[in-house]
């Protein structure tokens, strides 16, 4: 439809506001409180407009559109209320500095002075309680949009407006109730939403009120989690003083979490590496750049030509970029001649790699996350998204507050878990007799999709069959889940008209964890949730690039393009563009480099941007494996676990500091850029393969990361239309793009599947790798909490240790009472392979007998209690049920230095 | 569900209705508390917070700030959506008030009736301002904006009692019944 | 023989001093006493009434000491010698004074429920298209007709729809809705059912300000009477109708903000659209009447709604109930056909001014509407006439202030109300309501200047044309008509103290 605003004609959707039809057309209309991510609210009442036909002003913030439509936003009249409105906004204000929005208007419309007498003022109230940002009352005009920004967007509901009238102002927690504000005891998760909703400045960032507003933005894609929101960076005098999630930014719609948001200090963090340094007995001696380089480059070409390429191998970073993946991968298969390369992808999604492969052909989240919107009920297995993916986390919570159904299976209390319909709280390790009785009652109850299974699937009877052996009341026995909520998730999940499954490493990080995922897909496949929008198989990838890494063929089983190695066609292409031939060989992966290195042929090893020593499981024997190989690399930022291990260390380029590009989750692979100069002269990972492979008689003469990805889409059909040009100009793009006029896929498998028709995989129960027993009497599981990543190296080097400064052991209350534990005391876990030292706290998240823990501080030492034990056919570790016991310890008795630093705040 | 039948309807079923196994060594305050929270069964509907609130300082006289964290709990909302509902209604109060309570109507039809005047002897009376409590804690003076009364004002309200046609001399003898007494009002 | 005696049990006959001559009274085994709603001649109250040989007899301002008196039927005057009774077209407050509240079988036998057992033979457009013809508006005071906001909620798909009873009453010097409450809460609760079957709703709130203690108090006892009845259902099923208590916020009168408050929230206003008969209660369809409204359609499917539109004036149907109080002889309940002029109501019913007392101002509509001077009483009371003058009805509260009022003081009240009472939701109001009372403070204490009057029109100005909801909208209305007719006494003020300083 069509309406007229100030004599222009704008186009205009029915359900649009005037106010937001305006900004679509390019018409500003003064305001304050009005925001496109918030629902219409009428505070400032600047927007005001006259309509035709009706009486008065109106607010064209919360006025909806009708067809012909005739306003005016600009006139005498509206210009001197505005003025008298922004004069009473000053009149209250204590801070002539009560900045941004307002005082643009302000000046806008001249209002220089104020008529008023002085008279009561805003009261002086300041929260500093937040480590990220602060409030300041004095610079607040009240007008709700942070209070509505953790409503709407985050749903945490931290914080409320408080009193009324002329007193009215939004407080955090309890403050409201004692004249203060209190964000520290609130239920906010430092998302930031309100911050960047504040006008006025009142809410504010730490870094910009102590080195103000940045002077130029730089968009770029955040370098921690799968979700790849996009931020813009804002940079002053050559430092990043801020980072802002981008309001076009496709996967985050312009929010995003604490960690992308606030956790990024890192990159100025005191003891970040700056120099490259040599292992020289108990020290380490540095190094210029020239003088490692060829140390590098010296010590491969000799380990090669001594042992031959099979003895050398890398693991490469699902931290970085594509570009920089793919170098490395060329680099192993060009230079050295071995498929040798693997990436962290293995202990993550390896298993949704091969259970995905083998039923649909392809291995990534079929959907998109706008299917989010789309979807009439949500299954999350297995992950956490609140803390894991916390935008998508939001985005969960604010469809359920729209009545979408959501069920959760997780043997733990989440979030998701307590707002969920329904809980299925299952034994750790049983998600294949969850998944097949949720089957078993789909069959039983005549709710299969027989027309997508006739035309789209193959199978289907050796999956009835498996089914049939888990009537619901068998499944309850194995799971200790209630057969009443099995047949009622089977049969919400089969008729809900659209169901969207979610998973994660609850998922994959099993024994069996690839017959997980397949018993996932066939749920999927039985009841035509895929290829459909608001449907799909969509695994919650973990890192910023580990879907891109892998994609580009850091993986020692297949090329670029999930391509096999020994595809002819591959061959001779490869030969061409690279002129080497490419090894068809099938590589090691991560476990069996462990194995080569103990037995001592593996010789040489190349690890970038993992920590492999505090994060693969066994850490004994990961310990061992390294410090086996004669020559190890290391290339970080800090000075990690591994690192220190290293014969080498190599300092990295942060996402901040280098061009490239990230794949997320939902497959988009997104630009990062540079907005600022790597410290003293650091070279990012790109040029530090280059330079040695030129080094070892193979130059590589990229000048810029675009020249890289043409490469790969040269060697990728899957990547063909993929180019620098075409991401700077889009939202990213969604892979398959076949060519460069394609579009890229939003929905994969709409017509047809990789393989034709898609496999029904029949798979059957079997238990975990270890059970409880006398010795080991309690479960253990092992995840993520939301303010820290993985291996901590970065978050615990920023402000978010002010938060959570160290892992805990989550524990029933009933066994901390059976064990006579008092909260916070610090406990042994023994288990077969090693031990650990925690802090065990009262949770309710967690069953009796099931203990839970996080894994981001080295010194807790988590991962030497795990096993090797991993899915048979992707290797990927059992992380999730490790048979642990629990003893007591003096703190003051015990002799043992971690105890005397252990721990400031114990929080869930 | 009704107010009334949401609300314990005598301390008798009250104390019926505690959940068994309640813990005994509880003060009285903290018991009400503990009695009207388990009184919110309201599973299928939205958490009310204004009801709970509202039958809480029925029980108690006032909203202590420490039952906060439990209200929280039990309705399944933040400490700070409470506080928002709890500053913004002036009828509700997280600190205990005078004995007696005394309004005075401030209404229009009041003030036609010279009700300002009948304020300025009573704050001269009790030489405390709208809002304050004598020192000896007996008596609370605030406003309110016409109960309703308005034909027989200028309108007084003490405790639950409306008086109307109200004088000086009237107010004064009130305010000696009042000051003399030493009991509060019914709970 | 015993003697039955009639005593109204309204808050108002109550203070002033029913329940004295009750208590008083009970001791004697001779006197039955039957405690009814009140006839609304305030003046009168405590009225005592006994049957006598053509109607009531009344014996008006009792003592305890009047016992003997009415015992021996000396001295009670018949209710055709109170004009200010029998000057008024009672409709829907026909029945008070006579009846006890909570007495459904006298509810009953005065055709109460004949309303609502016409409405139930109709259909839901039936219901509406009756509403249609009755011409009535919402008498809450923003006037909209009623059938046109049924119908909208009527239309709108919703798997359960509100009715709510808006029993907040805020304006000062209004207490009609008081009046039904706790003297024929039957008829609200009829009006309700009406209301619910044409829009297809399942349950009801009758949301009641905490200051109506006793209304709040009837409403329940009356909706448990009609449960036990089985009398609340429609079709079959059954009606759930609960009382809910407010806190004290007069914006929570306004709809929207009732709504907030009804969810357990903060009272605050909303944007609208939507309205609520599309988005309401928990964003369900939902119909918000004042209580009055509901009690008038309880009339109009009695009496059918020709007769409703044969009353009042063009826009402007049936009666109005005006609520007369401040320095006048006669406060009480006055209900006419609409039409009659301002003067003629507060000198006809009113009685003229209270002994020694001039007429100075008259405040209409409550504290959002206007203030007039003697020299414009001729308005006509109707939605229209005062709409052309800028003023509102409103509630139809009617206060008369005398020639002793200081009208810088009284401004000054006006604006601190708005400012106490604002919902702090929008700056005009939120802001602007500080600042003007600040201004009239200074005013009042002798500081103003010329300019201060002028940027109280100013703001004036900006706080009606910019604010949320008619609260701060209106809430300059009595201050700047104020200036208006008493500008001298603003201009004195500023004069005469600033030689002061
Ligand atoms: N804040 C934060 N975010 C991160 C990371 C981080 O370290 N911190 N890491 C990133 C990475 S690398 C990854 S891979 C993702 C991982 O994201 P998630 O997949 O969410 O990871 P986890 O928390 O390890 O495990 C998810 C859930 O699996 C449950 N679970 C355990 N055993 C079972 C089981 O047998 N069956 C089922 N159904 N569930 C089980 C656990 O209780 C847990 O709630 O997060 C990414 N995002
Ligand atoms: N107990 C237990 N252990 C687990 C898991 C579990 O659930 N439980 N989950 C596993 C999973 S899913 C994963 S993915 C792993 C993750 O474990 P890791 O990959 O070891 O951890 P990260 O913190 O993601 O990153 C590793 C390193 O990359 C560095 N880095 C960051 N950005 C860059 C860069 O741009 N360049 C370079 N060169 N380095 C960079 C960081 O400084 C850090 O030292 O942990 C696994 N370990
Ligand atoms: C500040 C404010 C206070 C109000 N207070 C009341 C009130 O106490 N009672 C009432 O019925 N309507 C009140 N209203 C009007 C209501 O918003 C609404 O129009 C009315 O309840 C609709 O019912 P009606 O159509 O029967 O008039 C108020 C409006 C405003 C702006
Ligand atoms: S940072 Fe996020 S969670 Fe915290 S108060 Fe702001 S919006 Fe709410
Ligand atoms: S803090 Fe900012 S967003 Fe929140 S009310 Fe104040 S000005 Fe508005
Ligand atoms: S959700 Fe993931 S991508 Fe987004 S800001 Fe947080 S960590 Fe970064
Ligand atoms: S009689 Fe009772 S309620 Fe009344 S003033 Fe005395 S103590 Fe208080
Ligand atoms: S005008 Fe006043 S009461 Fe109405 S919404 Fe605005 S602030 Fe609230
Ligand atoms: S933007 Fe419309 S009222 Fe503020
Ligand atoms: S104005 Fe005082 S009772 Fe109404
Ligand atoms: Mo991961």
Redesign the pocket.
Known sequence: MQITINDRTVQAESGDTIYVAAVRGGIHIPSLCASRHLSPYGSCRLCLGEIAGLAGLHATCSMPVRDGMVVRTESETLARHRRNLLELYLSESLDPASTQELQKLAQAHRVTSVRYPAGAKRAPIRDESNPFFMFDNARCISCARCVRACDEIQPAFALSMVGSGFAMRPAWGRGGLSGSSDIASSTCVSCGACVKECPTGALAEKTVSSQGPPATLVRTTCAY??VGCAFDAGVRDGNVVQMVPADDGPSNSGHACL?GRFGWTYVNAPDRLRTPLLRSGGTWKPLSWAEALDCIAGELTRITTQYGPDALATISSSRGTNEENYLFGKFMRCVIGTNHIDNCARV??SATVSGMMETLGASAATNSIKDFDLAKLILV?????T???PVLGARIIQAHRRGIPLIV????R?ELARLADLHLQ?E????VALLNGMGHVIVEEGLIDRTFTSERTQGLEEWVNAVADYPPEKTERITGVPARLIREAGRRFASSGASLSVH????TE?RWGSHGVMSLVNLALATGNIGKPGTGINP?R??NN?QGASDVGCLPTYFAGYQPLDDPGLATLHQRITGRPLPAKRGMKTPDMWDAAIAGRLKALWIIGYDVAQTDPNLKKVHQALRNVEFLVVQDLFMSETAKLASLVLPAASFLEKDGTFTNLERRIQRIRKAVDPPDGILPEWQVVCEVSARMGYPMTYTHPSQIMDEIAKLTPMLAGVSYDRLDHHAGLQWPVLSPTHAGTELMHQKEFPKGKAHFVAVDYLPPGETASQYYPFIL?T????Q???CGAQTRRTALLNVVDADVLEMHPADMEHLGLDDGAIVRLVSARGQALLPAVKSERVLPGHL?TSF?FPESTVNQLLSSSADESSKCPEY?VSAVRVEPVDRDAADHPELRRIRRRLIL | MSDARQRPSSQETARDSLPTGQRTDLTDQQQSVARVIHSWHMPSDKPNILKALLSLQEQVGYVPLESIPAIAEALGVTESDIAGVLTYYPDLHTHQRGRHLIRVCLGEACVANRAIRLLAELTDELRIGLGGTTIDGQITLERVYCLGNCGVGPTVMVDDMIYGRMTGAALRSLLKRCQSCSQGPAN | MATRLYLSNDTSARAAGADQLAEAWSLDPEIQMTRTSSRGALFLEPLVERDGPNGRLLWPLATPDDLARIKAGLGGIEISEVPFLTRQQRAVFAQFGMAEPLSLGNYRATHGWRGIERAAGLSPEGIIAEMKVSGLRGRGGAAFPVWQKWDIARRTHAECKYVVANADEGDAGTYCDRMIMEGEPFRLIAGMLICAKAIGADRGYIYCRWEYPAAAATMQAAIDACERRGLLALDGKPFQLEVFRGAGSYVCGEETALLSSLEGGRGMVKVRPPYPAVAGLYGKPTIVSNVLTFATVTEIFSRGAAWHASLGTARSKGTVALQLSGRIKQPGLVEIPFGASLREVIEQFGGGMADGAQLKAVQVGGPLGSLFPASQLDIKLCYDEFHEAGAVLGHGGIVVFDHETDMVELARHYMTFTADESCGKCAPCRIGSMRGRELLERIDNGQGTAADLALIADLGDTMKATSLCAHGARGPYPVLTAIEHFGDEFQQRLQAKSGHI
């Open positions: 989690c799968g960690k993550c999604h297995v297995g992950a956490n998204p803390e894991s993916h299976i997780d043997p733990r989440t299952l750790p390790g049983t998600n994660g490493l609850g998922v099993h919650l973990g890192q580990v599981t995840g993520r909490i939301l820290h990543y993985n839970f981001h999730k």
